[in-house]
């Protein structure tokens, strides 16, 4: 036998379920693998002396404990390279993320979003319109890209023209939200670039909004003050950053995975067009079965004991929301898709997929209203749902969806 049969040979079920559940060409289905981790015990070795936590109540005691911190997490995947990523309250702590994220919610509250809902019944069903015309679609270019990226654009104020644009970068930075040790060449350069992009073309509207403000969020942000204190220029651009990185990549992947569950569930969709009110509790539970954010990271910033274990002041962790959403310690039948399981009165766990804790998404009524509108318009208006082909899965790990979505959509 040779050293490398050797090596290859001496690897275990486990240490192979920690490479397939990152690796590009199981995409489609990493939970396979996240069973095989948790299945493994709470804790598994990750790369860069990590610890993989795949478990309900571990995940949940890391991200609610804030002793855990965050703020580590661009130096833990990105510290390879040289880009730098504008820095975001998501990578901040206490007292800088109490601030900055006081300061974003100002500007970005409920109201804000309650009065995007007629908005986002006139994109939704003018789209879902062009879809029934065209019969068969990518439904990621036709419905899931343009509905979050119209909201957030038009809420921060950027141009009709330049929507695209938005989104181009957009997609550079979402894929370079992956571990450096992942990503290529290409995917770095082109990250720096996108990056680059962003700092340039949000820096002048930034500008334009503080000569002359508008009605739009990019000047909320810019007067919103606190005690007296201001965002910076920096802050702005790493806030504008977040809101639309995390504000458009993860919907799109919710869209997409949502529609998937129903054509691969025709039972559900039966069920979900006999009752459209059960839009609703089907956000969530398509948020548990196919979380568009797959995974997050915490470094310890006090010794602190888990299931067991005791963590010392700089351990790291990827906590896996994914593969805790599927943990049958948590769910029962978690590998069910049932649009059921959160209707009021049905005694069933949260999911983990909006995060949990300090930094629990700030945009999650944002996300729910616009998969309700999606979920609603295809309970009322479409009759059948096929895939044209099997979808491929773009390479992303953190927020993790595919690439395209063909199918026919017939109406009623
Ligand atoms: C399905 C859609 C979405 C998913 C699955 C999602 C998921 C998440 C998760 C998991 C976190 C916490 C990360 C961590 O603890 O490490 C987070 C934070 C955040 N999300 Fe979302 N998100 C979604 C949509 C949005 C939208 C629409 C916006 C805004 C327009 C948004 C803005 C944010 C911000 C600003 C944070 C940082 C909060 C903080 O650090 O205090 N997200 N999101």
């Known amino acids: 036998m040779s050293s490398d049969q050797a090596a290859v040979s001496e690897v275990t079920p486990v240490q192979l379920a920690v490479v397939e559940s990152v690796a590009p060409h199981l995409r489609h289905n990493p939970y396979d693998s996240y069973e095989v981790l948790r299945a493994a015990g709470p804790f598994v070795p990750g790369p860069h002396d990590t610890q993989l936590v795949t478990g309900y109540a571990q995940a949940q005691a890391i991200l609610l404990d804030p002793h ?94 330049a929507h695209e644009q938005v989104r181009l970068m957009s997609a550079g930075i979402a894929r370079g939200l992956d571990p450096d040790l992942l990503l290529s060449p290409d995917e770095l350069a082109a990250r720096t670039t996108a990056v680059h992009e962003f700092t340039a073309f949000f820096g002048d509207l930034v500008r334009q909004r503080r000569e002359a403000p508008r009605a739009d969020l990019i000047s909320a ?26 504000g458009h990549e993860t919907t799109v992947n919710l869209i997409g995975n949502g529609v998937l569950a129903l054509i691969r569930n025709p039972d559900q969709f039966e069920r979900l067009r006999a009752d459209p009110e059960l839009a609703g509790p089907a956000v969530d539970e398509v948020l548990r079965y196919d979380a568009p954010v797959h995974l997050t990271t915490r470094t310890a910033h006090a010794e602190i004991t888990v ?98 979505l063909r199918v026919r959509v017939e109406g009623l």
């Open 68 to 161: 855990w911190s965050h703020a580590e997490e661009p130096d833990l995947l990105h510290g390879d390279s040289d880009v730098e990523l504008p820095g975001s309250f998501l990578w901040m702590e206490p007292p800088d993320h109490t601030r900055l994220r006081g300061l974003v919610g100002k500007a970005f509250t409920a109201r804000t979003v309650t009065g995007l809902t007629e908005r986002a019944h006139t994109l939704v069903e003018d789209l879902l319109t062009r879809i029934l015309a065209a019969g068969e679609v990518d439904l990621l270019e036709a419905l899931a890209y343009p509905l979050p990226l119209t909201l957030i654009c038009e809420l921060l104020g950027v141009p009709p023209e």
């Open 221 to 246: 942000l810019v007067q919103a003050e606190e005690a007296g204190v201001r965002l910076t220029h920096s802050e702005l651009i790493g806030t504008l950053l977040i809101l639309v990185v995390a």
């Open 307 to 404: 299931a067991g274990r005791t963590f010392a002041p700089g351990d790291a962790v990827i906590v896996m929301m994914a593969a805790a959403n599927r943990d049958p310690a948590a769910f029962a039948d978690p590998d069910r898709f049932d649009i059921g399981r959160y209707t009021p009165g049905r005694k069933t766990e949260r999911h983990l997929s909006f995060g949990l804790g300090l930094h629990y998404c700030l945009g999650a009524p944002l996300a729910r209203l616009e998969m309700r509108e999606v979920l609603h318009a295809i309970a009322c208006r479409v009759g059948r749902l096929t895939l044209l082909e099997e979808p491929p899965y773009r390479p992303n790990v953190v927020v993790r969806g595919m690439s395209e």
